[in-house]
C-alpha cells in the first residue's frame, strides 16, 4: 500500500511531511485533518491517514475505528463550532477522488444551500435489470 515513489509526489504526504502548508485542525499519531484548500464551504476538512494509503479498503482494520471515531468528533465540531446545520461526510473511491490518498471530507451543511450533489441523474431498477440481480453480485464479492 505504501509506495516511496507516491509518498514523494503525493500532495497530502507533503500536508503531513509539513511541506506543503494546510490549515490543520486535528493532528493524532496516524491521522491528520486540516481544511480544505478549495472548500465546498467555509470549514470543509478533510481527514487523511499520515500514511499513504489510496482507498478505504486499504485501511488497516487497526486504524479504522480511530478513523471513524475521528470522523465523528470533527462532524460534531463543524457542525457545533460553526452552527450550521449538519454535514455531509464524503469518501470518494478513484472516481472524483483528485487525490490518490485516501481522505475523508466533513462538509458543513445548510437546509437549501444549493449544493445539488445528488439529485442528477437517477438509473432506477427496471425490469430489464432488477435490484435483485445487483444484490446477488454484491452479496457474491462479499464472499
Known sequence: MTNDNA??????CQVVRGAVPATRILETERLLAFLDHRPVFRGHTLLVPKEHLRLLSDLPADLAVEFLTTTQRLERAIEDGLGVSGSMVLVNNVVSQSV????????PREFKDGLRFWLGPRHPYTDSSPAEA???KIRAALD
Open 7 to 12: 509518498q514523494a509526489s503525493c500532495v497530502f
Open 100 to 107: 490518490s490518498h485516501l481522505h475523508l471530507h466533513v462538509i
Open 134 to 136: 445487483y444484490a446477488e
